[in-house]
């Protein structure tokens, strides 16, 4: 079996989002830009890493009420607590090693925001947003919420580590969340040692993001938050060098291109730019939905 090597290295940027919430985006990456920079991981269009961070008593750190169009958002919860409202009526409480996936589709207003005990005491924060375009045929879709709980995706022990299945199929375990776009994504952790590896479907993209600790790829050395985009082989494997001071915790990363046009303004993503203003006209009339 021919293993990926790593095609190119992009450095996360440290940002700030939503209300005071400090992250580091990870998906596009430093240096692209405009609508073309969204198509550098076809079909991920966004990847943000938000905290680690701990909430002191009374911070309303979050992302209060904002709109989207044309694409999914899968957030993943690795510590803390988040509740979920939006123009649908849909709702829920986002717990440690669970996620939510939201189909923005033809357009929604959402907010996530820390419940009321992180907002009395405070708390640690951390998780990751990936946006998952839509297909052309499915950006008119109805929007919609998806609860995905810790119990539907448990971790499931590996050798020399353990792995949380989002999406597809990793190690034999499928996961919860279903997307129109084909993909597969994943929560590994691997110790000092120890390796994995995954064969990959002809033609998708692969990719490769610790989020803690470094990693190696066919020997090149891939730090925290940065995004290891692969090249052309049949599977990717990942390894901790034995020496290594620390576990690492990576997300795992891989998809059929849909190879559309792509335009793209703030939190709308489409495929032609008259779509766009149709979308900001749209929001800007309530077409979207509120919420109370």
Known sequence: MRFKPVASLVSGQPTQDGNRVPLTRLVPGLGQRGDQAFRAMDPFLLMDHFGPMVLPPGTDAGFPPHPHRGFQTLTYLIQGAFRHRDSTGGSGLLRPGGAQLMNAGS???HEEMPVPEHLETGGAIEGVQLWINLPEAHKGSAPGYTDLQPESMPW???????????AGTWAGIAGPAQTPAQIAYAHLELQPGARFEQAVPAGWLAAV???RGAVLVE????AADTVALLGEGEALAVEIAVEAAEP????????KPLGE?????????MNTRVEIEQAVLDYQQGRMGHLD
Do not use: C, N
Request: charged share 5%.
């Open 248 to 255: 690492a915790s990576l997300m795992l990363l891989t998809g």
């Open 156 to 166: 499931q022990a590996l050798p020399g580590g353990r792995i949380r299945v989002l």
């Open 219 to 222: 020997g090149t050395a891939v």
């Open 261 to 269: 046009s792509i335009a793209h303004y703030g939190p709308f993503v």
């Open 107 to 109: 357009g929604i207003v």
């Open 209 to 211: 993001v610790p989020l």
